[in-house]
């Protein structure tokens, strides 16, 4: 069994796949928190204990981090329990990716790790939308012999950084929850202060991904399928034509792949 984590700046999710790589319990934990090893260790073995796993069952954690300060609370992690550590983008852990920009180093470990989501799920090429604490868009090329080519991405803000930034900037806009609100109820143009702001996180942000997904088609050279993953995918999906699949779990999906590429014995 395999513990794959995804470390992003807002959330640590955790998820358990079996040896065919089917998702089981999964879990988050706030990444702030998680930078005490103690914290990590305690919460990973309390959230184990209820989904009736013991630590001796699993044989790998793989990671995806994007916020070094928690990667020592990880390793402490998986010593504490005799895991096999395999961390992307670290010396020895074999990506199987090809990085295709200026400065590969630069390129976030989820994006490389969403590539090879991609890969598993056969959709290479692909655009992968990334509906995170940023909004990143990543295009995913195939070499000549199929293999995935990370060519390059966009990042915007993420939706709800932008929400919070409009209400802290304007003193008579009120703070705003992000819902799975329907179409009929964000009208445009809005008719109050709520309306309003709910039509610009919609449709502002549909529009801004369907234009950015328009102009990666272009670079690419040709039609590709469009996958939507992270936290608000299930909100914006159904409102741009251009989007695929749906896959939640495409990062957790990528470490399993990271996984099969690295497994000790």
């Known amino acids: 069994m395999l513990l794959a984590l995804d470390v992003g700046n807002t959330n640590l999710v955790f998820g358990l796949l079996d040896a065919d790589g089917k998702a089981g ?10 930078v005490e090893a103690s914290y990590l260790v305690q919460a990973v073995s309390e959230q184990l204990a209820v989904a ?8 790998a954690l793989a990671v995806a981090s994007v916020v070094p300060a928690v990667n020592p609370a990880i390793a402490e992690l998986a010593k504490t329990h005799g895991w096999q550590l395999l961390m992307a983008g670290e010396a020895g852990v074999e990506l199987g990716i090809g990085v295709d920009v200026e400065t590969p180093a630069e390129v976030g470990a989820d994006r490389l790790v969403n590539a090879l989501g991609a890969q598993r799920l056969g959709l290479v090429p692909s655009i992968i939308v990334d509906f995170g604490t940023a909004t990143t868009f990543d295009l995913v090329l195939a070499d000549a012999a199929g293999q995935p080519v990370y060519a390059g991405g966009i990042i915007a803000p993420g939706v709800n950084l932008s929400v919070e930034a409009l209400s802290r900037a304007a003193a008579k806009l009120p703070e705003m929850d992000i819902g799975n609100w329907q179409a009929a109820e964000v009208p445009v143009p809005g008719r109050s202060t709520q309306q309003a702001m ?9 529009g801004l991904a369907e234009g950015l997904i328009t102009r990666l088609q272009q670079s690419a050279g040709q039609p590709v399928p469009v996958i939507a993953t992270g936290g608000l995918a299930s909100l914006y999906a159904p409102h741009i034509s251009a989007i695929r699949q749906v896959s939640p779990d495409l990062t957790l999906i990528g470490l399993f792949q990271l996984y099969q590429m690295n497994k000790a014995g």
């Not at 319990?25 to 998680?34: K, V, Y």
């Not at 009736?52 to 044989?59: E, G, V």
């Open 52 to 59: 009736a796993i013991q630590p001796t069952m699993i044989k």
């Open 25 to 34: 319990a999964s879990w988050r934990l706030p990444t702030a928190q998680s």
């Open 198 to 206: 709910r039509a610009g996180v919609l449709w502002g942000y549909v």
